[in-house]
C-alpha cells in the first residue's frame, strides 16, 4: 500500500504563487511516476505534470505550461508542483497520484493506482 499527502494548499491573489507538495510513503512496484492532478467543482480531473522519479523526467501540460512545474526532493520522496501567476481558473482540489506509466498516457487518471486526498487551491481576483 502506497500512500501519498499533498500539502501547500491555500487561497492567493490571482498573480501569487504556490508550491505544493506530495509526500510518497514508497516507491514499490514500479510505482515510480507521480502525477499532478486538479479537479475543479463540477469538471473532470485533469493532468498538470508528472515527473518520473528514477529519472528526474518531466513533463507538464500544455495548458500551465510557463507557469507551472514539477520537481521532487528523492531522498525525502516529496514532489513539488510549483504554481506561478496563478489565474482564478486554477482553483480546485490538487491530488497527486502513483503510476507505473510516464511516457504516452500520463494524462489518464484511470492508470494512477494511489492517490492522496487533495489540497485546496483558492485564487481570487
Known amino acids: 500500500q502506497v500512500q501519498l499527502v499533498e500539502s501547500g494548499g491555500g487561497s492567493v491573489q490571482a498573480g501569487g504563487s504556490l508550491r505544493l507538495s506530495c509526500v510518497v510513503s514508497k516507491y514499490s512496484d514500479n510505482y515510480v511516476v507521480v502525477g499532478w492532478f486538479r479537479q475543479a467543482p463540477g469538471k473532470e480531473r485533469e493532468a498538470l505534470a508528472v515527473?518520473?522519479?528514477?529519472?528526474?523526467?518531466?513533463q507538464v501540460a500544455d495548458s500551465v505550461k510557463g507557469r507551472f512545474s514539477i520537481s521532487q526532493d528523492r531522498a525525502k520522496r516529496t514532489v513539488f508542483l510549483q504554481m506561478n501567476n496563478l489565474e482564478v481558473e486554477d482553483s480546485g482540489m490538487y491530488y497527486c497520484g502513483v503510476s507505473q506509466v510516464y511516457h504516452g498516457g500520463w494524462r489518464q487518471e484511470g492508470l494512477y493506482r494511489y492517490w492522496g486526498r487533495g489540497t485546496q487551491v483558492t485564487v481570487s481576483s
Open positions: 515527473i518520473y522519479t528514477l529519472r528526474d523526467a518531466t
